[in-house]
């Protein structure tokens, strides 16, 4: 979100300042340099009637199916970077927390109605 918001005021700002140009690649460098670290999180989702909630800052997540949930809260200021494949339909997935356990994991899952809930506490 932070990132967005310094892309669209940067956008403005160039669009209104006729005397100042930024190529793409001076306005990505201006971003990353600015915006202290660049989060990593990827989410694809193939499928109808998935939902997402994430509060991380560094997550694969891959749903392919319908009717999905998955839930993910990070607790930790260090990220897990944790991998998450869900192949399915109608699977909940909620993980509350991380640790060391937790770090550089790959959780995955294939089949209906799955229900996995893990629970970390630091």
């Known amino acids: 979100?932070?990132?967005?918001?310094?892309?669209?005021?940067?956008?403005?700002?160039?669009?209104?300042?006729?005397?100042?140009?930024?190529?793409?690649?001076q306005l990505m460098e201006y971003i990353t340099m600015n915006s202290g670290y660049m989060y990593n999180t990827q989410i694809l989702q193939l499928g109808n009637e998935n939902q997402v909630v994430i509060d991380a800052n560094n997550i694969e997540l891959t749903q392919i199916g319908e009717g999905q949930q998955f839930y993910y809260t990070e607790t930790s200021i260090i990220p897990s970077e944790i991998k998450?494949?869900?192949?399915?339909?109608?699977?909940?997935?909620?993980?509350?927390?991380?640790?060391?356990?937790?770090?550089n994991v790959t959780i995955n899952i294939e089949g209906d109605n799955r229900n996995v809930i893990i629970r970390n506490y630091p």
């Open 1 to 25: 979100m932070k990132n967005k918001l310094i892309l669209t005021a940067l956008l403005v700002y160039c669009l209104t300042s006729a005397q100042q140009q930024l190529s793409e690649s």
């Open 84 to 103: 998450v494949n869900i192949e399915g339909n109608g699977s909940y997935v909620e993980i509350y927390g991380n640790n060391q356990i937790m770090n």
